[in-house]
């Protein structure tokens, strides 16, 4: 899932100069998960917007709305003509959709969005997926050396390592070290012999935006379009 952090207030009031009406926007799929941008946090956001409002003579009219997923056109129908400002407490993806469906909305960040992770643990969550467009997880038992090691080495840990621990921090496992040891216990140490060429990174995001088409589903709508005469 995509994790994501709230941003701080006064940096989100920063951002609403010059704004009227302001609908704090929530998403109850990844941010809602990591506790930053769901329903809760969207009403408090919103509760505190609305009372720095009337204390500073602000005069805004603030409302709040929490969504299945801010990252899908169905959902956001409710948002179709508004023109203020949205608080947006989904992920980038989320904010940009919504700024899509409303071209003359003025959309801020309610959050910070930095990677995609899973829980490990109440309230913690860690990287695990740098979203390179060219999985090797078959070589490396399942454990991305791309996200998990500090310096996305791809063949053997860095000397630098010790006790299963990364130089960076003490707290961060050695990404190789749990890659050997896991390979060990499975029995399949001869994937440590495989080279794992210099990346290429063209299907990640140094070629620009990435756009996949499923060629099944598009033939799908394809043909539903021929049908009812699109």
Do not use: Y
């Not at 809760?40 to 500073?56: G, Q, R, V």
């Not at 921090?169 to 890659?179: H, K, V």
């Amino acid at each position: 899932m995509i994790i994501a952090e709230r941003k701080p207030l006064p940096e989100v009031l920063g951002m609403l100069d010059g704004s009227n009406e302001i609908l704090v926007l929530g998403c109850r799929s990844c941010t809602a998960i990591c506790l930053a941008g769901g329903e809760k946090e969207s009403k408090a956001l919103c509760e505190a917007l609305a009372l720095h409002s009337e204390l500073k003579g602000k005069g805004w009219k603030v409302e709040t709305l929490t969504v299945e997923r801010a990252c899908e056109r169905e959902f956001l129908d409710p948002l179709v003509g508004f023109s203020g400002t949205v608080v947006s407490m989904a992920c980038g993806v989320g904010a940009q959709v919504v700024q899509d469906i409303c071209p003359d909305a003025r959309t801020v960040p309610g959050v910070n969005t930095s990677n995609m992770g899973a829980p490990e643990g109440i309230g913690a969550f860690m990287e695990k997926c740098a979203g390179c467009g060219d999985c090797i997880l078959h070589l490396t038992a399942g454990i991305c050396p791309i996200a998990r090691c500090a310096k996305s080495l791809m063949n053997g840990p860095c000397g630098g390592s010790q006790n299963g621990r990364c130089e960076v921090s003490p707290d961060l496992p050695c990404a190789w070290d749990q890659i050997v040891r896991t390979l060990e216990r499975q029995g399949r140490t001869e994937l440590l012999a495989v080279n794992i060429p210099p990346r290429d990174w063209r299907p990640s995001r140094n070629g620009g935006p990435r756009r996949i088409v499923n060629p099944e589903a598009a033939a799908g709508e394809a043909q539903r379009a021929w049908r009812e005469g699109r």
